[in-house]
């Protein structure tokens, strides 16, 4: 499996952004997968993961009713929508996938201005 992420960019505080992640797999994407991020100095942290079955969704307490996820099976896609954000939220944004051993998307910049 390969993860390729698009999307990001820069936005004032109180903005969206939308990323996406296309998961290069011969099979049926049957494995969950979400996404993590890394800011300079922290360690990654789960953001959010969606089940195999695209329920089963947990989201990090501090992007909870602001951010989305939702996996398109058709196009081996999947998407994080993130609405009303912080300067906090900058990061870099790496697609996650819990196959065996895990997949790593190489990262994409999200950077929020105040």
């Known amino acids: 499996v390969q993860l390729v992420e698009s999307g990001g960019g820069l936005v004032q505080a109180g903005g969206s952004l939308n990323v996406s992640c296309v998961a290069f797999?011969?099979?049926?994407?049957?494995?969950?997968m979400g996404w993590y991020r890394q800011s300079p100095g922290k360690g990654r942290e789960a953001v959010t993961i969606?089940?195999?079955?695209?329920?089963?969704?947990i989201y990090l307490d501090s992007v909870k009713g602001r951010f989305t996820i939702s996996r398109d099976f058709t196009k081996k896609t999947v998407h994080l929508q993130m609405n009303s954000l912080k300067p906090e939220d900058t990061a870099t944004y790496y697609c996650?996938?819990?196959?065996?051993?895990?997949?790593w998307g190489k990262g994409i910049q999200v950077t929020v201005s105040s």
């Open positions: 797999d011969d099979g049926f994407m049957v494995y969950d």
């Open positions: 969606s089940g195999w079955d695209g329920e089963r969704i």
């Open positions: 996650y996938a819990d196959t065996s051993p895990n997949t």
